[in-house]
């Protein structure tokens, strides 16, 4: 065996040795709640305690694939009774999601059902508990996380963003550069499928099945809208901003991110320096980046030197990111070290906004992002408030009041989010609309 090699390496085997591994709750057993489900089998240290799924059989078939027998998973309806299979060593599943939330044993949760209301509530259920929070529900995090952060900060537990993710592993970056004093100019991610605006599931069948995935969250990537999401979500951990709404999205290849990324007067298509932004260029994605800056010729010197670029910005990057495979490192840094791996401000810098996709009539009740009716599009907060933009995340179930044409912005002028909603009542106390 290879020593090991960090602090939470060791710690992490030590609990298994000791029999006594970090126990983590799952919600959505989907395309990332299965990939966790079988990462988490694999850890040390970590061990996966109970799933809430809507639809179990999907969370048991998961649980095969992972390597579980069919006599070491149970489906229960209690907290109680998931307590009782946890300590017997097995997996629970239940469509409960308070009952998860509630389960003693489980000492952090992870939200993965990617639906902003559903994800709010079960945040704070798992957090009213007792519990720490991860959250890979980013249209949830940008949308009220500043108020599920300060929630748990007065619960003495820990909220966080996802490792594993964009917006985690760039931050990862924005830190690497900020620990050895390079400024940050830019900072952001190669978009990983070809850009279509327009995309809708019915196109997209045929590569969803190929991928092992689901045609709505496929399209939800393509039409731009999880570029934008991750973005804002980027911005409101760092006070980054887009430069302009939507963002630029050059076609700038890995060798030329440094070169385009960077103020109009050094020859770029920034206006400012200390922005988000994505490329589509060739090379950058699956990866993440960050364009740094240095105010001493020394620094240049040696960059230059070893080949990072020929100045005086320069790219890193981090060529690849592991989605859920690396989403359990922040439920072992929550509970082992009480930190959280990405944190929203207190008062957000950008907004992810609504735009239609198609033209909407009065009456439309909007369906689900990645659907036909409307994508993200990102923009400061200022900006957002000025145009009073509806939230992506209280867009879903919201009611059309006015027609909207294709390309228009959802205001609530034109559409009404769903009062119903937990995400909806929160969003509007933290905008003083309650």
């Known amino acids: 065996m290879v020593a090991n090699v960090s602090p939470l390496v060791a710690e992490l085997r030590a609990r298994a040795e000791q029999g006594r591994p970090v126990t983590v709750g799952l919600a959505g057993a989907g ?3 299965t990939d966790l489900i079988v990462q988490l089998r694999r850890m040390p240290g970590l061990r996966l305690g109970g799933v809430a799924e809507a639809r179990p059989q999907r969370a048991i078939d998961a649980a095969v694939l992972a390597g579980y027998g069919r006599d070491d998973i149970a489906v229960v309806t209690s907290s109680a009774a998931m307590a009782e299979v946890i ?10 999601l308070a009952a998860l939330a509630a389960c003693g044993p489980i000492q952090v949760a992870i939200d993965a059902t990617g639906n902003p209301n559903i994800g709010t509530t079960f945040a704070l259920a798992v957090i009213g508990n007792g519990k720490h929070m991860v959250m890979l529900n980013v249209e949830a995090d940008i949308t009220i996380g500043r108020h599920l952060a300060a929630a748990a900060r007065r619960a003495g537990v820990v909220y966080t963003g996802a490792a ?20 940050v100019v830019c900072a952001g991610k190669g978009k990983n499928n070809a850009l279509n605006f327009d995309a809708v599931p019915a196109d997209y069948e045929a590569e969803a099945r190929a991928r092992n995935m689901n045609a ?17 979500a980027v911005a409101n951990c760092t006070g980054l901003v887009p430069d302009i709404p939507g963002m630029h999205g050059p076609m700038a290849t890995r060798e030329e991110l440094a070169h385009v990324l960077i103020p109009k007067s050094d020859g770029g298509v920034l ?29 240049l010197e040696r960059m230059v030197d070893l080949k990072v670029g ?48 198609c033209d909407l009539k009065p009456g439309d ?3 689900r992002i990645g659907e036909t009716q409307y994508r993200a599009f990102a923009m400061t907060a200022g900006e957002a408030k000025t145009a009073k933009a509806v939230p992506l995340g209280l867009a879903e179930g919201a009611k059309v009041l006015q027609p909207v044409k294709k390309g228009a912005l959802l205001t609530y002028g034109n559409c009404a989010p769903n009062e119903d909603f937990v995400i909806t009542r929160i969003r509007h106390q933290l905008d003083g609309r309650a």
């Open 87 to 96: 300590a017997r060593g097995k997996l629970a599943i239940t469509e409960d």
């Open 31 to 33: 395309q990332m709640g």
């Open 164 to 183: 594993g993710d964009e917006p985690a592993a760039t931050l990862e970056l924005i830190g690497f550069a900020q620990s050895l004093g390079l400024g």
């Open 310 to 357: 020929k100045g005086p910005y320069f790219a890193l990057l981090r060529p690849y990111h592991l989605t859920s495979l690396e989403v359990p490192l922040s439920a072992a840094h929550a509970v082992l070290t009480g930190k959280p791996d990405m944190v929203p401000l207190d008062q957000p810098v950008a907004e992810a906004v609504t735009v239609a996709k």
């Open 365 to 367: 009740i909007l369906g």
């Open 216 to 232: 709505r969250m496929l399209v939800e990537f393509v039409d731009g809208s999880k570029t934008m999401i991750e973005m804002v």
């Open 271 to 299: 206006s400012k320096k200390g922005c988000v932004d994505y490329s589509i260029g060739k090379g950058v994605a699956p990866g993440v980046f960050v364009i740094v800056e240095t105010d001493h010729p020394r620094v």
